[in-house]
């Protein structure tokens, strides 16, 4: 096993912006990195900001990102005693952690043990129970056929959730409103959980409706010391992909605050969970109830607007704890100041249904300048976009005072930001973040997608 002793050298299983972020993280901390990038990446900034950079493969990502052992054979080569996979390809893959483990490299995260129990939607489901947390209604176990899950819907009541048992990133998702569309949104939920996790099982909640999606964050370390670091707001979605996030949630009073945090770290201390970790709720707004959703055993893209909140860095944070250091931060020291908010930056067009927009960024100008502003990205004029990967090219983080003052932070940022040479959802981003209700707190999950969006696009047309 490593000693306590920090990592001298540390490999990043992950591309773009989530690649650099860690690099610099590292460099702070004192450790050389090493990048890995598929031949589609060459150019990347990671590759030039790193001490070191290997190719693993061609653009594909089974071949590459994907292909765990390429990802190990690269750590071994360079001698890295550590991987941090970022988020997506590897970082919540049970079977890696474990081969990391086996092969004495040191996996930034979790254990796979603790993967496989909390990946499973079903599994964290019954841990949760245990845990005295509340949970959604819905099927007792997994579901295999549309039969079954017919009568399970008929005992909840319409309208249903359909969930891959282990699913993520949106995948394997579908809302039922009646019994007709039932058996066919099943075989096509099924479907596509099947080819994206290798697992059709779905299982089934009961819509909560009006809700909010409220995330708390994470951390704890291999002395049992748990901590969260306040909510995160989620609920601009579309497709059940986040859009726009914020801290802290305009829906929680201090009460509310401190029920859903201590719910989170009894969630956390029910698994023995080590490293940085997100407890997902669904907040009933009705009735001021919150539910367990799902647990995300890795670090998350809009980690930012908690950093900026808590002043906790939560990259250095997970480095130090899989080092074997204690957190750095009781509850007690962590104090919740002003708001933040973050917009994803995508190279989509939502004129066409957000199609990606891959291609060479010809100018670019990203916001600076003020207190509280931040923008984490891995591109540069000159720099081309692959067609393979996520369509996330940045993310731009504000913190202000109050919500205010970073609703008006993220307008004048959004204002500067320029990127030419492909189309990116910035504007998109502008009209959402000056919306009257988005201004005044009043959205839940089902306002991207059932009011701002139609009214969006009707006045685009």
């Known amino acids: 096993m490593l000693s306590c002793f920090m990592f001298k050298k540390l490999l990043i299983a992950n591309r773009g912006e989530i690649a650099v972020r860690i690099i610099r993280a590292a460099r702070e901390l004192g450790i050389q990195t090493v990048a890995i990038y598929s031949e589609a990446d060459k150019d990347s900034l990671h590759t030039m900001l790193a001490d070191e950079a290997i190719c693993i493969g061609p653009a594909k990502s089974t071949d590459s ?22 988020f997506g390809f590897l970082s919540e893959n049970s079977k890696f952690a474990t081969l990391c483990e086996e092969m004495n490299i040191k996996f930034i995260g979790p254990s796979g043990e603790i993967m496989d129990k909390m990946g499973d939607k079903i599994n964290a ?17 997994e579901v295999f056929t549309a039969e079954e899950a017919l009568e399970v819907a008929n005992r909840l009541g319409y309208p249903v959730m359909l969930k891959a048992s282990a699913g993520g990133g949106g995948k394997g998702i579908r809302k039922v409103n009646t ?38 964050q994470i951390l704890g370390d291999s002395y049992g010391n748990i901590v969260h670091l306040g909510e995160r707001d989620c609920s601009l979605q579309r497709n059940n992909q986040k859009v726009l996030e914020e801290s802290p949630s305009v829906a929680i009073g201090k009460t509310l605050r401190h029920e859903i945090g201590s719910a989170a770290v009894r969630a956390a201390k029910a698994v023995n969970y080590e490293n940085a970790g997100t407890i997902e709720f669904l907040l009933d707004e009705k009735s001021g109830q919150f539910y367990f959703m799902e647990m995300n055993t890795r670090v998350q893209v809009e980690h930012p607007v908690t950093e900026f909140v808590s002043g906790v860095d939560i990259v ?43 291609g060479k960024i010809s100018n670019l100008y990203l916001p600076s300048g003020g207190v509280g502003l931040r923008v984490d990205s891995a591109v540069y004029p000159g720099y081309t976009i692959p067609p393979y990967y996520d369509s ?11 919500r205010f003052e970073a609703l008006m932070k993220m307008q004048r940022a959004l204002y500067e930001l320029e990127i030419d040479g492909v189309v990116t959802n910035a504007d998109f981003q502008l009209d959402l ?17 059932e009011t701002f969006l139609p009214e969006y696009q009707n006045r685009e047309e």
Not at 66 to 81: F, G, K, P, Y
Not at 333 to 342: F, L, P, R, T, V
Not at 433 to 449: E, H, K, N, P, Q
């Open 316 to 358: 250095k944070e997970q480095i130090r704890i899989a080092a074997g250091e204690k957190l750095s931060v009781s509850q007690d020291d962590i104090e919740i100041k002003g708001h933040a908010i973050e917009c994803r930056i995508n190279a989509e067009n939502p004129k066409f249904n957000f199609a990606p927009s891959p």
């Open 125 to 141: 489901r019954a841990e949760m129970i245990r845990a005295n947390v509340p949970v959604i209604p819905g099927s007792d176990g």
């Open 433 to 449: 973040i000056s919306d009257r209700s988005v201004i005044a707190g009043d959205y839940d999950t089902s306002f991207l997608m």
């Open 179 to 216: 019994k007709e569309e039932l058996a066919p949104a099943f075989e096509s939920a099924s479907q596509e959980a099947k080819v994206s996790f290798g697992n059709g099982a779905m299982y089934i909640e009961k819509v909560i409706y009006p809700a909010r999606h409220i995330e708390v």
């Open 392 to 402: 996330m090219i940045a993310k731009i983080i504000v913190h202000g005072e109050n």
């Open 65 to 86: 990102y994907l292909n765990m052992n390429r990802v190990l054979s690269a750590a071994i080569v360079t001698e890295a005693q550590a991987i941090h996979p970022g």
